[in-house]
């Protein structure tokens, strides 16, 4: 059961959903993030998720957090994936950031003044993150980064971004979690020496939350935008996937919960030789399954939020939250398939919006490590429970 709080939490976040988002779909605002959203969201709270209160933040636990994305995510994907990745880079100053650090950013991150990006991706280096190509080196006068990170949320939108990078000084795997400040006001990010963004990805849904790629030439930066220990930007990185996990799980949920509320609507309005479509029991049976789906998905990412609320140390938060991506995320590609199927020649027309569903639902079954990575982390954790 939801606290009265999250209750509250949940209908603020459902009331600016459906009421402002809409305001930014369209082509008009595709390919971008929308700063006039993102500040929305800022005044609603919703930015400081997870930074401590006396930096501006609220300091949610997984299953608010786990709310927000839901109700956004319902109304459209984009802002709940850049709300969601923001957040996490706040947690990850949060926990790992110096005292100046944390200072310096989460007040404006908290407020949605500045939006923050996550550069963990390469080229050669997406599920396998160990492999990373780009470095870092210290030297008498600050920091130097070059290399290149792609799918990147919020990339060149973004003020604040928290790249990860091999950093051979302090050995062959070591590596190093680096901030990027923001750039000098009235300056982009792609004006700043060593510093270029490519053109935003065209993308097959999730449109109003674009990615792009970093590039790093001889990047200059101070030598405390370090992050944490120099040597452990790992498993710093590791750190924010039961999270991430769990928030993408809700978001799948909120596509899945829209996407039968869609179909209903329709199927309880269209007549064919008749009767309406709701009576038919072979759709009937498909909506059946539809709800039991959505349901056990939104129930196993419940579980997973209140544990890593309840004990963040607990070792089954590797293992629960790859269960809650992997299930409600390939829930939601059935359900928003079937949605569309139920909707017949309708389903497959923009102006229904399912069609939309379907395609989003296809992004959040590869992000954050993908469903047959979650197979194999799962997998791996059971074996270690076998006796030989």
């Given at each position: ?9 949940r209908a603020s976040v459902r009331k600016l ?174 004006e700043r020496p060593g510093f270029t963004v ?103 990412t419940r579980e997973a939020a209140q544990l ?81």
């Amino acid at each position: 059961m939801e606290t009265q709080e999250q209750a509250d939490i949940r209908a603020s976040v459902r009331k600016l959903a459906t009421t402002e988002i809409p305001r930014f779909q369209s082509e008009a605002f595709y390919g971008t993030t929308p700063r006039e959203l993102f500040s929305l969201c800022g005044n609603l709270g919703i930015c400081g998720l997870a930074v401590d209160e006396q930096f501006g933040g609220t300091l949610a636990d997984a299953v608010t957090a786990s709310l927000v994305s839901e109700e956004l995510a319902a109304v459209d994907l984009g802002p709940a994936i850049f709300v969601s990745v923001h957040n996490m880079v706040c947690r990850l100053i949060q926990v790992f950031g110096s005292e100046s650090q944390k200072a310096r950013l989460l007040p404006k991150l908290a407020t949605g003044e500045w939006l923050a990006a996550f550069g963990l991706s390469e080229p050669s280096a997406g599920s396998d993150a160990s492999a990373l190509k780009s470095t870092v080196t210290a030297g008498p006068h600050g920091l130097t980064l070059s290399g290149e990170k792609c799918y990147i949320t919020s990339a060149g939108f973004a003020d604040v971004y928290v790249v990860f990078a091999r950093n051979p000084a302090l050995g062959p795997k070591a590596i190093s979690a680096i901030i990027i400040d923001p750039p000098a006001p009235g300056s982009k990010p792609q004006e700043r020496p060593g510093f270029t963004v490519s053109a935003p990805d065209k993308k097959m849904g999730c449109e109003l939350s674009p990615i792009a790629s970093l590039q790093f030439d001889n990047l200059s930066l101070p030598l405390e935008n370090l992050l944490g220990d120099p040597a452990a930007g790992y498993s710093i990185a590791l750190s924010g996937l039961a999270g991430g996990r769990i928030s993408i799980a809700a978001c799948a949920n909120g596509l899945s919960r829209t996407a039968i509320e869609a179909a209903l609507k329709h199927l309880g309005e269209r007549e064919q030789f008749g009767s309406k479509l709701i009576e038919f029991q072979g759709l009937q049976f498909m909506l059946a399954d539809m709800q039991m789906q959505y349901e056990a998905a939104r129930l196993l990412t419940r579980e997973a939020a209140q544990l890593l609320s309840r004990d963040p140390k607990h070792p089954d938060n590797r293992l629960l939250p790859s269960y809650a991506k992997c299930f409600a995320t390939d829930a939601a590609m059935k359900i928003t398939t079937d949605a569309v199927q139920l909707l017949g020649g309708a389903g497959y027309i923009k102006d229904y919006g399912v069609e939309k569903l379907m395609r989003d639902a296809k992004m959040l079954q590869i992000v954050e490590g993908t469903n047959q990575i979650q197979r194999m982390v799962i997998a791996r954790e059971l074996a270690k429970r076998v006796r030989v």
